[in-house]
């Protein structure tokens, strides 16, 4: 046995997530902090000055709900928020108020991809609300501090170790971004670091006649997909090659944390981790206790639309699109609402509303730079034109440039079609009569369809569109090529 297939990589991940409020967790100040100025969104309650009391955001609570609820979760009857204690330049109080013993939510779980092509669930240990802490530049030796961040709602969601591998991790991140998204929880927006993530990872193995459990590294403040799939494996081996060279982690008895260098590409160490009792935990003494109100966790998970798992076997099924349409168009729940809207209008035809949307809307949509809300053209007027195709009075050809005055003027199809007179000719006489009369222009075509070269077929049909501007219904024509030219 290899010393890598020995060991079996454990992971589990703490997933910190901005949600979508307004205004801080325990003041009024503005909680969209990214890009202002620094230390301008702060006030006495946020900057932990002496006499400023905290009162909780009403609506941050009500996210935390519904992203627990979104993610299979418990909501208990019971919960409090407790002072975290310890002293970094970030947090200006000393103490961060988040929840220790009752969280708001419960023992939850998510499906993902397993690594041998089940489908697996991954615990969920809890998701408890608290405040951000503010944020360090650290530049030319010095390190600044700027506190807007201080006192954002945050929602903290920890998994179980359930995880065994980079792309089990990748794809637990991503259905929860797209849950949390969709549930309009939060933006999960990386690049802003409205979400991070600290991933715990340990190796386990079986060796004389025990199973071998060493402590864990925990790699801290993750901000991006890359970075995970770069500082795992990196880790993992790391802790492999420590205990095959006898070194710290044989005696080691609690886990460490560590950082992640893009640049040099190495983790590097922090610090021992804390325990529990070093954060000194207490109830916040400002605050009340919460009971979450059974009738408003009701009316929230209500409130919730349907979830993109669910949603895409829906789409699979009612409209039997593929699991690759079904994807791209339940990516954003913006884009699944336009097409389930256009495809109302031709239930019939949803596989070809669905392959103009995937296709010729959303190739505009990145071309222009545009988003879709800003279109002329409705969902309903798309499922018009589909039709149109579906009876045969426009060719697919003639339907793109359609398309395209449609997205331009906002116009239904219907006018469009008998301004620019791109109506489809499907008279079997008129096209017949051009089909016989390209068939006697060109012999050598005829003789090749004849021995076999269907690309020869061409040669046909070019003469009869030209003769006919083009608007020939083309399975009416390739029908009448067929039968005469056996």
Same mark, same amino acid.
């Given at each position: 046995?290899?010393?890598?297939?020995?060991?079996?990589?454990?992971?589990? +991940?703490?997933?910190?997530?901005?949600?979508?409020?307004?205004?801080?967790?325990?003041?009024?100040?503005?909680?969209?902090?990214?890009?202002?100025?620094?230390?301008?969104?702060?006030?006495?309650?946020?900057?932990?000055?002496?006499?400023?009391?905290?009162?909780?955001?009403?609506?941050?609570?009500?996210?935390?709900?519904?992203?627990? +609820?979104?993610?299979?979760?418990?909501?208990? !009857?019971?919960?409090?928020?407790?002072? $975290?204690?310890?002293?970094?330049?970030? *947090?200006? $109080?000393?103490?961060?108020?988040?929840?220790?013993?009752?969280?708001?939510? &419960?023992?939850?779980?998510?499906?993902?991809?397993?690594?041998?092509?089940?489908?697996?669930?991954?615990?969920?240990?809890?998701?408890?609300?608290?405040?951000?802490?503010?944020?360090?530049?650290?530049?030319?030796?010095?390190?600044?501090?700027?506190?807007?961040?201080?006192?954002?709602?945050?929602?903290? +969601?920890?998994?179980?170790?359930?995880?065994?591998?980079?792309?089990?991790?990748?794809?637990?991140?991503?259905?929860?971004?797209?849950?949390?998204?969709?549930?309009? &929880?939060?933006?999960?927006?990386?690049?802003?670091?409205?979400?991070?993530?600290?991933?715990?990872?340990?190796?386990?193995?079986?060796?004389?006649?025990?199973?071998?459990?060493?402590?864990?590294?925990?790699?801290?403040?993750?901000?991006?997909?890359?970075?995970?799939?770069?500082?795992?494996?990196?880790?993992?081996?790391?802790? %492999?090659?420590?205990?095959?060279?006898?070194?710290?982690?044989?005696?080691?008895?609690?886990?460490?944390?560590?950082?992640?260098?893009?640049?040099?590409?190495?983790?590097?160490?922090?610090?021992?981790?804390?325990?529990?009792?070093?954060?000194?935990?207490?109830?916040?003494?400002?605050?009340?206790?919460?009971?979450?109100?059974?009738?408003?966790?009701?009316? &929230?998970? @209500?409130?919730?639309?349907?979830?993109?798992?669910? %949603?895409?076997?829906?789409?699979?099924?009612?409209?039997?699109?593929?699991?690759?349409?079904?994807?791209?168009?339940?990516?954003?729940?913006? *884009? @699944?609402?336009?097409?389930?809207?256009?495809?109302?209008?031709?239930?019939?035809?949803?596989?070809?509303?669905?392959?103009?949307?995937?296709?010729?809307?959303?190739?505009?949509? %990145?071309?222009?730079?545009?988003?879709?809300?800003?279109?002329?053209?409705?969902?309903?007027?798309?499922?018009?034109?589909?039709?149109? +195709?579906? @009876?045969?009075?426009?060719?697919?050809?003639?339907?793109?440039?359609?398309?395209?005055?449609?997205? @331009?003027?906002?116009?239904?199809?219907?006018?469009?079609?008998?301004?620019?007179?791109?109506?489809?000719?499907?008279?079997?006489?008129?096209?017949?009569?051009?089909?016989?009369?390209?068939?006697?222009?060109?012999?050598?075509?005829?003789? !090749?369809?004849?021995?076999?070269?269907?690309?020869?077929?061409?040669?046909?049909?070019?003469?009869?569109?030209?003769?006919?501007?083009?608007?020939?219904?083309?399975?009416?024509?390739?029908?009448?090529?067929?039968?005469?030219?056996?």
């Amino acid at each position: 046995m290899t010393v890598a297939s020995r060991y079996e990589t454990i992971i589990g +991940i703490e997933c910190h997530v901005e949600l979508d409020t307004r205004s801080k967790m325990f003041c009024g100040c503005s909680a969209k902090w990214f890009g202002e100025p620094p230390n301008t969104l702060t006030c006495e309650v946020c900057l932990g000055l002496p006499g400023a009391l905290p009162y909780p955001n009403r609506k941050a609570i009500e996210l935390s709900i519904a992203a627990g +609820i979104a993610l299979h979760c418990e909501t208990p !009857d019971h919960t409090k928020f407790d002072r $975290k204690n310890y002293m970094y330049p970030d *947090l200006p $109080k000393g103490y961060q108020i988040s929840q220790f013993d009752l969280p708001l939510s &419960v023992n939850g779980w998510l499906e993902v991809p397993g690594d041998d092509g089940s489908i697996k669930r991954v615990g969920i240990r809890r998701a408890h609300l608290e405040e951000d802490t503010g944020s360090l530049l650290h530049a030319g030796g010095a390190t600044l501090v700027d506190f807007n961040r201080s006192g954002v709602p945050l929602l903290e +969601i920890v998994s179980e170790p359930d995880l065994r591998s980079v792309p089990e991790s990748l794809a637990y991140l991503e259905a929860l971004r797209e849950r949390l998204v969709y549930a309009g &929880v939060a933006g999960f927006k990386l690049e802003e670091g409205g979400a991070r993530f600290d991933v715990n990872v340990s190796i386990r193995f079986d060796a004389d006649g025990a199973t071998h459990w060493p402590p864990q590294s925990e790699i801290k403040n993750l901000n991006s997909f890359r970075a995970l799939e770069e500082a795992v494996p990196y880790e993992s081996a790391r802790l %492999r090659d420590e205990w095959e060279s006898g070194g710290p982690l044989r005696t080691r008895t609690g886990k460490i944390t560590v950082g992640w260098s893009p640049e040099t590409r190495r983790t590097y160490l922090q610090r021992s981790k804390e325990e529990v009792d070093d954060y000194r935990y207490f109830p916040e003494p400002d605050l009340v206790a919460l009971a979450p109100d059974r009738a408003m966790v009701e009316r &929230v998970r @209500a409130g919730l639309p349907e979830m993109p798992s669910e %949603r895409r076997r829906r789409f699979v099924s009612e409209y039997g699109l593929t699991d690759y349409d079904a994807r791209v168009l339940v990516s954003d729940r913006a *884009l @699944a609402d336009w097409f389930e809207a256009a495809a109302g209008t031709a239930p019939a035809q949803a596989k070809r509303v669905a392959n103009w949307v995937t296709g010729e809307l959303l190739g505009h949509l %990145r071309a222009a730079g545009v988003a879709l809300g800003s279109l002329k053209l409705t969902p309903a007027q798309l499922g018009a034109l589909v039709g149109l +195709i579906e @009876a045969g009075t426009v060719s697919t050809t003639a339907a793109k440039t359609v398309f395209a005055e449609m997205l @331009a003027t906002g116009r239904d199809a219907d006018a469009i079609v008998a301004e620019k007179g791109l109506s489809q000719i499907s008279d079997e006489a008129a096209i017949a009569a051009a089909v016989d009369a390209a068939i006697a222009a060109n012999p050598k075509a005829v003789a !090749d369809i004849r021995a076999g070269n269907q690309r020869a077929i061409s040669a046909l049909i070019g003469p009869v569109m030209k003769k006919m501007g083009g608007r020939a219904n083309t399975a009416v024509l390739s029908r009448l090529i067929a039968e005469r030219v056996k």
